[in-house]
């Protein structure tokens, strides 16, 4: 339900609007003054302002000022007589959102009030979803506490307030869109657009129309002018996934904007100006794209002014813990289910720990997510995972690598420190938590972890 704060000085008036708008579903607060409608806007949450324009002490016009340096998009209507239209239109000028004129007639009145309400739902959904990105792409909430990804997060602090162009290199699903996004809303850019387009989805004619946009008639079913990303973008951010799949052609034309910040569209002769910045992710090795000649060396070092580096799940393990409990986290608050599930079995964990994830954190999320549809239970257990997925294991144990006179009691020792150090990755170096991996008693770890002399203070 809207809040809608009538102010008029004359007391009965408020009341009879009051009445009006509550039979149209509003809740209604009343003021007789400026100042005391200024109290009630920090204490409560107000939808429409229908205030006075001649008042005492503080008049309609000083008042709409007040409220818009509170909150500009707080929709302000004035009431006002024949005598203060002057006054109605300077008002307009400064914000307020209409007049009405007195005397007027309830029908009038409840259009007036309802397109206002309309326009400030509109403005308080898109403040929502601006809130919930910004939450969702923080770079704090990339979630990773290894020495990796903590240099990730260090670079991304840096970066964002800047406008410096970066490279993210990364396998697929490693999360380099992500944190392109992050970097944005992080940036003095994130109240403008974030635009994203893949190189590698289209034909390189429809990507170059997808790109810098077309004029009317361009080409065979070019009926009409077509904006592209880059003008999209404009004073927010342009991100350029798998940058090393762009044609020779296009390389050259993203080389010039770059350099000179301007493009015509496909058909057109009129150069366009953007401010954008450009973030370029890539699974390639441009460096080698660029020796056999498939990539220009010039545009790679405008592209690489900073340059991130996302490791593949399987260089970052001790992270595979976090990550399992925020996708069930994510995937229960989604689903609301009867039983839901809040925890994986122990070797589910030790299968996670020791899978090479080809598909990253990309294909961890959709495992858990899969397996929480399938999982009868409160646990994730080994029967929930795909088939797939368990083919793909290797329990062997691999002795190719050891020395033919290797002895017995030595590889023992290095197997069982190494099962140690595995544990206390996959369980975060929670001790308890590692010794129940390990099928042993706390104390009989603590006794392991002095025989090796395993460093355990660092918790990444």
């Not at 818009?68 to 005598?83: C, Q, R, S, W």
């Not at 400030?120 to 910004?134: D, G, P, Y």
């Amino acid at each position: 339900m809207e809040t809608i704060l009538i102010v008029d000085d004359e007391k009965n008036y408020p009341l009879i609007l009051g009445a009006v708008l509550e039979e149209e579903g509003f809740e209604i607060l009343t003021a007789n003054s400026g100042h005391e409608a200024l109290e009630i806007l920090e204490s409560s949450d107000v939808d429409l302002v229908l205030t006075d324009m001649k008042m005492p002490s503080m008049d309609g016009i000083v008042l709409l000022e007040k409220i818009k340096a509170i909150d500009p998009d707080l929709p302000v209507i004035m009431m006002t007589a024949y005598g203060t239209v002057d006054k109605a239109v300077e008002a307009m000028q400064k914000g307020a959102y209409s007049y009405i004129l007195k005397p007027f007639d309830n029908e009038r009145l409840t259009i007036y009030v309802n397109k206002a309400i309309s326009m400030f739902r509109v403005v308080k959904e898109n403040r929502q979803l601006r809130n919930a990105v910004r939450s969702h792409f923080s770079f704090g909430n990339i979630i990773g506490k290894s020495k990796v990804m903590q240099n990730v997060y260090e670079t991304i602090r840096k970066v964002a307030p800047t406008i410096a162009t970066v490279l993210i290199d990364g396998e697929s699903g490693t999360g380099k869109e992500l944190v392109a996004k992050s970097i944005h809303f992080n940036s003095p850019r994130r109240e403008k657009p974030f635009v994203a387009v893949n190189c590698s989805a289209l034909a390189e004619n429809l990507l170059e129309s997808e790109l810098f946009g077309h004029e009317k008639g361009a080409f065979t079913g070019a009926i009409a002018l077509k904006k592209g990303r880059f003008e999209l973008a404009d004073g927010g951010t342009l991100f350029l996934d798998e940058i090393g799949d762009l044609s020779s052609g296009l390389q050259v034309k993203l080389l010039r904007v770059l350099q000179e910040k301007i493009f015509e569209r496909v058909g057109g002769i009129k150069p366009i100006s953007v401010n954008i910045r450009i973030i370029a992710a890539t699974n390639k090795d441009l460096k080698q794209e660029m020796k056999i000649g498939r990539f220009r060396e010039d545009l790679y070092y405008r592209l690489n002014v900073v340059h991130i580096v996302l490791p593949p799940l399987k260089q970052r393990t001790e992270d595979i813990h976090l990550l399992v409990r925020h996708f069930i986290k994510k995937y229960t608050e989604e689903r609301k289910a009867d039983t839901p599930v809040t925890d994986v079995d122990q070797e589910v964990e030790r299968i996670f720990y020791d899978y090479s994830w080809p598909g990253n954190v990309r294909e961890l999320e959709n495992v858990i997510e899969r397996a929480m549809i399938l999982s009868p239970g409160e646990k994730i257990t080994v029967s929930d995972l795909p088939s797939d997925f368990r083919a793909g294991l290797n329990n062997t144990l691999q002795l190719e690598g050891l020395s033919p006179d290797a002895k017995l009691y030595e590889t023992l020792a290095m197997v069982e420190k190494a099962m140690i150090e595995r544990a206390l990755r996959i369980s975060n170096h929670v001790q308890s938590h590692a010794a129940e991996l390990l099928g042993i008693g706390k104390s009989g770890l603590n006794q392991k972890i002095r025989k090796f002399n395993l460093d355990i203070s660092s918790k990444h």
